[in-house]
């Protein structure tokens, strides 16, 4: 009973005020119904370079990078809708991640990724194409013809 009244909470407090603070205070574009766990990284040096589309899920520990320090370059770092980015991942300042991506976990994306595909490894490859993704980047194409809508 405990844990549902935390998760409760957690969905209808802490979620939505999370997405309040990237959205109105530093400026992200971040789509609706985007997941974003806690201890995802965020560049906050240039916070309006991240853009992520609707229905996204950012696992546990992704870094999004927005900028360069060595270079002293401030670029838009763009994640598609209805993606999956795993536990660790990192997301390069001015890499592309087109829609229907799943970059899988520990995965370093050093260039742009196109649409409907898997990439891992780093630097991150394209390991599969022309898959099919639902809301969040469940996998439509394996056998989960209905994801379940939380």
């Known amino acids: 009973m405990i844990a549902r009244i935390r998760n409760f909470i957690f969905r209808k407090g802490v979620v939505k005020w999370m997405l309040f603070w990237y959205r109105r205070v530093y400026g992200m574009d971040i789509g609706d119904h985007t997941r974003i766990s806690r201890g995802v990284r965020l560049d906050r040096t240039n916070p309006k370079g991240i853009h992520i589309g609707q229905y996204t899920a950012l696992t546990g520990g992704v870094s999004v990078l927005s900028h360069d320090f060595v270079m002293r370059e401030w670029k838009d770092t763009r994640i598609g809708s209805n993606c999956f980015v795993g536990f660790n991942a990192i997301i390069l ?16 994306v050093v260039k742009d990724v196109p649409s409907n595909c898997v990439v891992m490894g780093n630097p991150a490859r394209v390991v599969e194409q022309g898959i ?5 980047g469940i996998r439509l194409d394996k056998g989960n013809d209905n994801p379940v809508a939380y």
Do not use: Y
Request: proline share 10%; aromatic share 4%.
């Open 93 to 108: 300042p001015g890499v592309t991640v087109g829609d229907n991506c799943i970059v899988a976990g520990n995965s370093v």
């Open 132 to 136: 099919v993704t639902g809301p969040w």
